[in-house]
């Protein structure tokens, strides 16, 4: 089935202070669509009417700001909340997002890590991977770790989807399929992520962060200190 292409990313920032993601991350692909959601975090006793009261004017302006750098059109959003994770859902659902990103504090941007898991969930992963390869100087290792007894499958998975990625017209020279045998498949992941700008992983749940991304999406969001897009589950 081709690659639909033209994801949706939700980018979540903390407005209540001046750190911003890297504007290198948000102008990585034309081909996406932005969605800047500006949490403003609220103490758990303190009412989030009267902090949006005191702050809105300072949350909406340091967003502004932002979107600014990226010189594009994207949706803005500004949430006073208790809860950043359950925000972030709502705003994924709310928007029809493909992808939320999570930013490391590495910059690079050239060097794209994908790990694959299955076929569950691959048509987003690979159409997410597509657009962030529009660009000429970017490159995708698609990766998978597996028991030596599930080699063949393993590697049936990393070349089917290296052949989608050329049919979506992506040079086969850029993609890169990589296969471990082992028998502790999280390990090797994180292990291999350090060696790369940018993570692709996908959910294992329909929802973000550590209860849901599953443990070794969680590890990488933890462990290794790079910028991931995390493709939701639907």
Same mark, same amino acid.
């Given at each position: 089935m081709p690659l639909s292409g033209g994801s949706t990313i939700l980018v979540p920032v903390d407005v209540s202070n001046d750190e911003? #993601?890297?504007?290198?991350?948000?102008? /990585?692909?034309?081909?996406?669509?932005l969605v800047l959601l500006g949490y403003y975090p609220v103490?758990?006793?303190? #009412? #989030?009417?009267?902090?949006?009261?005191?702050?809105?004017?300072?949350?909406?302006?340091?967003?502004?700001?932002?979107?600014? *750098?990226? %010189?594009? %059109?994207?949706?803005?959003?500004?949430?006073?909340?208790?809860?950043?994770?359950?925000?972030?859902?709502?705003?994924?659902e709310e928007y029809d997002c493909d992808a939320i990103l999570l930013p490391g504090s590495h910059t690079a941007t050239e060097r794209v890590f994908v790990p694959l898991r299955g076929d569950d969930n691959l048509d987003r992963i690979l159409s997410l991977v597509a657009d962030l390869l529009r660009r000429d100087e970017a490159t995708a290792t698609l990766f998978h770790a597996t028991t030596a007894a599930e080699q063949a499958y393993g590697q049936s998975l990393l070349d089917d989807a290296a052949d989608r990625l050329v049919e979506a017209g992506i040079d086969r020279d850029r993609i890169d399929t990589?296969?471990? *045998? *082992?028998?502790? #498949?999280?390990?090797? /992941?994180?292990e291999s992520a350090h060696e790369f700008d940018l993570l692709v992983v996908g959910e294992t749940e329909p929802s973000l962060?550590?209860? /849901?991304l599953g443990r070794v999406s969680t590890r990488i969001a933890d462990e290794v200190d790079r910028p991931a897009f995390v493709v939701r589950k639907t």
């Open positions: 911003r #993601p890297a504007t290198d991350l948000l102008t /990585i692909s034309d081909a996406v669509t103490p758990d006793q303190a #009412p #989030p009417a009267q902090l949006k009261a005191d702050h809105e004017d300072d949350a909406q302006r340091r967003l502004a700001e932002l979107a600014a *750098t990226i %010189d594009r %059109d994207a949706t803005q959003r500004v949430v006073f909340t208790h809860d950043r994770d359950e925000t972030v859902d709502r705003a994924a990589r296969l471990a *045998t *082992t028998d502790d #498949p999280g390990t090797a /992941i994180v962060t550590d209860r /849901i």
